[in-house]
């Protein structure tokens, strides 16, 4: 599976934006869709998760003000990000992979998405 990430840049505290990652090689229904993100000197963490039945899972860090969803005819997984915050500066990764337990696994990525959150 090739996924291309795109939508990142450099916003102001409070303001909005919205990745997008499209997917190809694969039947994009029956793949889920998760969120990273990576901050210098830090470990890459789980934002969000959307399963192939449109299932969401968030970080605590986010919830409520990330929104991640799937368009299944564009192909394509999204993270609208209202009320940014600096610390949610990061390059942020998409990714697919596996439920094992409720669990998300990721087994493919696409390449990262610098977000940039100026106070």
């Known amino acids: 599976v090739q996924l291309q990430a795109s939508g990142g840049g450099l916003v102001q505290a409070g303001e909005s934006l919205t990745l997008s990652c499209t997917a190809s090689?694969?039947?994009?229904?029956?793949?889920?869709g998760g969120w990273y993100r990576q901050a210098p000197g830090t470990q890459r963490d789980l934002v969000a998760t959307i399963n192939t039945s449109w299932g969401t899972n968030y970080a605590g860090s986010v919830k409520g003000r990330f929104t991640i969803s799937r368009d299944n005819n564009r192909r394509t997984w999204y993270l609208q990000m209202n009320s940014l915050k600096p610390e949610d500066t990061a390059v942020y990764y998409c990714s697919t992979g596996r439920f094992y337990s409720g669990k998300y696994t990721p087994t493919d990525w696409g390449q990262g998405t610098q977000v940039t959150v100026s106070s």
């Open positions: 090689g694969s039947d994009f229904r029956f793949l889920p």
